[in-house]
């Protein structure tokens, strides 16, 4: 269940970012070099620009709920994530090198 839900936020937020950068601005941005004004005839008048807001909308919608479903996983399964840092901190450590045999210090020399 986990596995299925990182991997649903990872797409939402791959999605989310393609379709902000796809947005066109003031300058035509990224979606300009993607169809310019080509996109004006297949879209309508106004482009692309009402289907892109609204799929903004809704896939940051589902990035939201995905983000808040992962974090009732973690809640009910009584941890936090520094819990879950220290246990992989302390299993990756490896164990103390046992220590060499202590060798006696050279006997002071006397004038």
Same mark, same amino acid.
């Given at each position: 269940?986990?596995? *299925?839900?990182? %991997? *649903? *936020?990872?797409?939402?937020? #791959? *999605?989310?970012?393609?379709? #902000?950068? @796809?947005?066109?601005?003031?300058?035509?941005?990224?979606?300009?070099?993607?169809?310019?004004?080509? +996109?004006?005839?297949?879209?309508? +008048?106004?482009?692309?620009?009402?289907?892109?807001?609204?799929?903004?909308?809704?896939?940051?919608?589902?990035? @939201? +709920?995905? %983000?808040?479903?992962?974090?009732?996983?973690?809640?009910?399964?009584?941890?936090?994530? @520094?819990?879950? %840092?220290?246990?992989?901190? #302390?299993? %990756?450590?490896?164990?103390? +090198? #046992?220590?060499?045999?202590?060798?006696?210090?050279?006997?002071?020399?006397?004038?």
């Amino acid at each position: 269940m986990n596995g *299925l839900a990182i %991997t *649903l *936020l990872v797409l939402f937020g #791959v *999605l989310l970012i393609g379709t #902000v950068l @796809l947005q066109p601005g003031t300058k035509g941005g990224l979606g300009a070099s993607f169809g310019g004004g080509g +996109a004006n005839s297949a879209f309508g +008048a106004q482009g692309a620009t009402p289907f892109l807001s609204k799929a903004t909308y809704w896939l940051a919608a589902g990035f @939201l +709920a995905t %983000t808040l479903f992962i974090e009732v996983l973690i809640i009910r399964e009584n941890r936090s994530v @520094l819990d879950k %840092t220290m246990d992989k901190a #302390v299993a %990756t450590t490896p164990a103390p +090198a #046992v220590p060499a045999p202590a060798v006696p210090a050279p006997a002071p020399v006397k004038k």
